[in-house]
């Protein structure tokens, strides 16, 4: 079947591991009956405790998780999540044992394009953002070549290095305080990278809104393609609350669960995105 | 019953439900989001996202936010209009599906105006009055937040349609028994209750509202007690049925409506963190009438003992 | 400021207060039941019970349960009485703890007779009226329900005392504007808001209200949102300061309530699950400050930037 | 110093332990520095989640538990608590792990007062009263003869008695299935050892309303003195919410938390207990 048109699931799915990863990283393996498989880009609403004994509806809302990759055998799914345990919702994903439930509503959402075969592709990943490249990095690097540049406030913010490299694909770091790789923004590795290399490369960004905004602005003063997945607030992540708006460029609403979170980074009017 | 079979089904003022479980207006969608998760039809019903004459964008985000045990919302009146609803969203529910529609304007001939475009479409069964909106003669005040404002609505719409006129309620007053009382004098076949909680939360670092339209609408567990409290005060006051809403996130909050005089629920934020929320409801319900001997969820309704002082 | 120090101090229509920390009526008994747990002079000040003409029994049990992120509470009028207030509570405070006298009752004159008591009592730094009682006369409704009912409140105990006079509001209200003018056109030096949302909830065991008095008031962080809306709306509709209330648990949202425009914030339901809370919040207020190079606690009271639409 | 008139503080107490018993009863046992020592009957107030990584405000209210024992050294006190993961609130507390924190407020109430010596004491415990009583079996029996009824639906919901025996007082056990000891209520034991038996024991009672209010009946009957220790909703514990009330025998209203939660099982008016 096909991912891309994947209706989504509602499961209570089984903690299989949820270490830590240094900083407020973890790494989240559930266990996902029924699982459809996932495009890169796809992501899911996971409900933090929702099936603890203790019915708790503190935090309240589900937290959108990029699809980090797809595991386990067709028989028995599992989906991992990279995440950072930074608010009440992730801290409280933090706390979930092996063995607990979370509830996971996905796949979610329209996935990046791919590049058309032998294309090359720059994908600019920052904070939490760097999760929904991975599987996107796969893929791409199995149409043409593709450089991963990762971006964080310090070594100790960076997420899945490893995995990236482990694909064999180009991994360029930056740190704001240089304490790993470039010093300075991701952004700023992007602009270097793009000054005399070779042109045409289609560019992939998903990260904090400014950096996402710049690496927009980066791409379209040199003329090259850019897709954005956008992390904005969610309560359902299906597209019945209308709660995830962000304006477009044409004057227009979309929504960024239903409609993204993977845009085309000139159909978004930057300046209102939240 | 011995034979373990239970009898949930309802009559919510001239609308046959197979049993008293709804999803509230805006929380649902147009319906056929929730297909991929559940047979529809397994529910009493739907209330459709609230409609306008025109299709509407609704506002800038930020739209919701989160608080404890609930959430804020200023969507905006965005919707497809009544149009595209019944040219495009009511076909596209299954057979069966009972489908109640929501409208709302921000002036009574509007409101009423909908509600004509609305008549003989086979598709719905009833029409909910979403009175929660600002009305702009009266300075943005809710329809619902004045008795004379609203009596005039529900006359409007009433004349509009012969259909079941349901009129949802705002919370934000001083005495809901006189609204509803307002809502049964003027003809409407019934009363729901309650719409969210005129509400406010702040981000200390920017030290501005979380939401943009600075105001939002408070939905969620928090609520819940206000809204038991308001249905049970209505089911004293009017005689026309109660759909009970608030914080409904399982079957037992739901019971705690019935118990109260509401006829019907409907489930709200809930299908935001789980989707099948409204089909774990009803399946609930019953299990409780089994448990506890009643034969019908009639039975259930407006049992509320109340302690001798 | 450089030194990291910063002024905490603000003045409450009239009361001086070294950070603009209190603690809510009914939350913190009168004062030396929390002397084990800290020195009540590091707050603002506290509101003690409140009391009454007579001493007071109260209602029957249940009198209280916990609901989502809140509990209900439906105590009666339990309380020492007036006489007993002065004479026995407010000795037993350390030198230097500012106490708020609060004051209810069921009729007009009996609030007046209170305050009168109250007058020259040397202890009593300001009298906050709880105008969420119900008014015999007006057939149970609370005081703070009715506007005329409400000024003829405020104007009786204004002119029955001298002291810096305080009216806490009903949040069971339409429009929380119009009750603050009522109390700002009647002399009165601030207004406290918010006290409990009216509300219910049901044992589905039993089908019996969870409290002896079946309705009761919901307090806790539940509330936070609908009190950050109220008190914001106040400070837009009235010059008389505002002390924010409910669902208080730490300084973030205690800092909300004075982006919001409270002068000053008191905690309650908190002081239950953490007796230290309100000292806890003052430091954290303290720390906020500083951490924001804010040099006055006043720099940061009504500074909500509101987006231009 | 006095445990009797020991004065309460809030610890934020580090999880030392927190094993299941089987069934649904839990042993915890918390560090809690600065502890004035307890006398038996004194109760805590526990706040589960409070202090985990991830702020929770529902369940909202803390739990009130008796102290069961305390253990440790001066320089670092311990108490332990036995109680039951039945609701939202024990069932979180039941998920607080070793190195977790859980809010102390304690020791709180007024604790039971002692038989003179010589005396012998009848202590009659049903559910979650069983853990009112241990401490107290402990100075009884130091003091005089000591019997000890402790009653449960079923085997597996009997907590602590091991514990008694181990304290050499005589232990005797009713379940209402018969699945341990004998079968029926414990006050029927009450009932039957207070006939033909030496008079002038008295006579503690622990656990649900029922049970006390027969077992005063049954003492109140054969001329005995009784104490019982209410289990009463409680928002505080410390007489500030107001919220325990119980109706006394001569009309007034007490405070559990404040008044008790030991009282002369005379002065109670069982009608009004909820
Ligand atoms: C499509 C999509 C994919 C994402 N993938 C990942 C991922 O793979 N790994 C990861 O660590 N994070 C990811 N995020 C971000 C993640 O959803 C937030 O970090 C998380 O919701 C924060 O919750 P909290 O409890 O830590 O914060 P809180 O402050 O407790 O959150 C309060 C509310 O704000 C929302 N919120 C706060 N920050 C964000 C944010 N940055 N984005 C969206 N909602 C937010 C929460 O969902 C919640 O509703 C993704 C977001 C989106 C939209
Ligand atoms: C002085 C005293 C000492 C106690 N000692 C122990 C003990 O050592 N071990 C033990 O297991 N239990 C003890 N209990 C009973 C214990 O407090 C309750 O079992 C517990 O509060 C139930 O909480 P929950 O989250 O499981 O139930 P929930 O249903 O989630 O509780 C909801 C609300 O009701 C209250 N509540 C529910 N049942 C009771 C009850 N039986 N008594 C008091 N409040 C209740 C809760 O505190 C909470 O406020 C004691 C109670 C009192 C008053
Ligand atoms: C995001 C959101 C959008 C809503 N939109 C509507 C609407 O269009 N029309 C309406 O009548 N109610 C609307 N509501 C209110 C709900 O129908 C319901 O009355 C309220 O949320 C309380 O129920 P709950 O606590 O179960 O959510 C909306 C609620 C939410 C959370
Ligand atoms: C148990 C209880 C008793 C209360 N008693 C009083 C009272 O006597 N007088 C009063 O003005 N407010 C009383 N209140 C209301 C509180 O002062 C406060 O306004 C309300 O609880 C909201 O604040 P919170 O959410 O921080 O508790 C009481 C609240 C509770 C929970
Ligand atoms: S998150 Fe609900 S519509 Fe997008
Ligand atoms: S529990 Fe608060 S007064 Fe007893």
Redesign the pocket.
């Known amino acids: 079947m096909n991912a891309d048109t994947a209706l989504p699931l509602r499961v209570d799915a089984p903690v299989l591991a949820n270490r830590s990863e240094g900083g407020a990283?973890?790494r989240l393996r559930l266990g996902v009956a029924g699982w459809p498989g996932a495009a890169p880009g796809h992501?899911v609403m996971l409900s933090?405790g929702a099936r603890g004994a203790a019915l708790r509806f503190d935090?309240?809302?589900?937290?959108?998780?990029?699809?980090?990759r797809t595991l386990g055998t067709t028989a028995s799914p599992e989906i991992e999540?990279?995440?950072?345990?930074?608010?009440?919702?992730?801290?409280?994903?933090a706390e979930a044992r092996v063995g607990d439930f979370v509830r996971v509503v996905g796949p979610?959402?329209i996935p990046f394009s791919l590049p058309e075969a032998g294309r090359a592709a720059l994908l600019v990943g920052g904070?939490?953002?760097?999760?929904?490249l991975y599987e996107l990095a796969a893929c791409a690097a199995a149409r043409g070549p593709v450089v991963v540049m990762l971006g964080a406030r310090n070594a100790d913010d960076l997420?899945g290095c490893d995995d990236f490299a482990a694909l064999g694909v180009e991994v360029r770091i930056a740190t704001e305080d240089g304490s790993r790789g470039h010093r300075g923004r991701v952004t700023e590795m992007l602009e270097a990278a793009l000054v005399g290399e070779r042109s045409g490369e289609i560019i992939y960004a998903?990260g904090?809104t400014p950096m996402m905004r710049r690496a927009a602005e980066i791409a379209a003063a040199r003329g090259r393609s850019c897709q954005v997945?956008?992390?904005?607030?969610?309560?359902c992540?299906f597209g019945v609350c209308l709660g995830?708006a962000v304006p477009r460029a044409d004057g227009k609403i979309a929504l960024?669960?239903r409609d993204?979170?993977v845009f085309d980074a000139t159909h978004v009017d930057w300046a209102g995105v939240p | 019953m011995s034979d373990g079979r239970v009898d949930t089904s309802v009559n919510l003022g001239g609308v046959a439900l197979r049993n008293p479980v709804l999803t509230a207006s805006g929380t649902f969608g147009y319906g056929a989001e929730f297909a991929p998760f559940f047979d529809l039809t397994q529910i009493g019903g739907i209330v459709a996202k609230s409609i306008t004459l025109e299709p509407r964008q609704g506002n800038q985000p930020a739209r919701?936010?989160?608080t404890a045990a609930g959430?804020l919302n200023a969507i905006g009146l965005e919707n497809v209009g009544v149009e595209a609803f019944i040219a495009e969203k009511l076909p596209a529910l299954a057979e069966g599906v009972v489908v109640v529609a929501s409208v709302f304007e921000t002036e009574i001939d509007r409101y009423a105006e909908v509600c004509k475009r609305l008549a003989g479409v086979s598709r719905v069964a009833g029409i909910e009055i979403n009175a929660s909106c600002p009305h702009v003669k009266s300075g943005g005040i809710e329809f619902g937040q004045r008795a004379e404002v609203l009596a005039q609505l529900v006359r409007a719409t009433r004349r509009a349609t012969a259909s079941p006129l349901f009129v949802k309620l705002s919370p934000n007053v001083t005495d809901i028994r006189e609204m509803a009382r307002v809502c049964e004098a003027e003809g409407a076949d019934g009363v729901s209750l309650i719409n969210t909680l005129q509400a406010l939360d702040v981000d200390i670092a920017t030290r501005r509202p979380v939401l943009r339209n600075v105001l939002g609408g408070l939905s969620g567990p928090a609520i819940r007690p206000v809204a038991l409290r308001m249905v049970w005060q209505a089911s004293q006051a009017v005689r026309i049925p109660i759909c009970g809403i608030g914080g409904i996130m399982n079957a037992e909050d739901a019971i705690k409506f019935l118990i109260c005089g509401a006829t019907a629920v409907q489930v709200g934020t809930a299908n935001y963190l789980n989707p099948m929320a409204a089909l774990e409801v009803a399946e609930g319900i019953e299990a409780y009438l089994r448990d506890s001997g009643l034969g019908r969820v009639t039975d259930l309704i407006g049992t509320l003992e109340v302690p001798t002082k």
Do not use: D
């Open positions: 990283n973890y992501f933090p935090p309240l809302l589900p937290r959108p998780m990029a699809v980090y999540v990279l995440y950072k345990a930074t608010g009440r919702g992730t801290q409280l994903l979610l959402g904070g939490t953002g760097i999760a929904s997420m998903c904090p997945s956008l992390e904005n607030h969610m309560a992540g995830c960024v669960c993204g979170p | 919701i936010a989160e959430m």
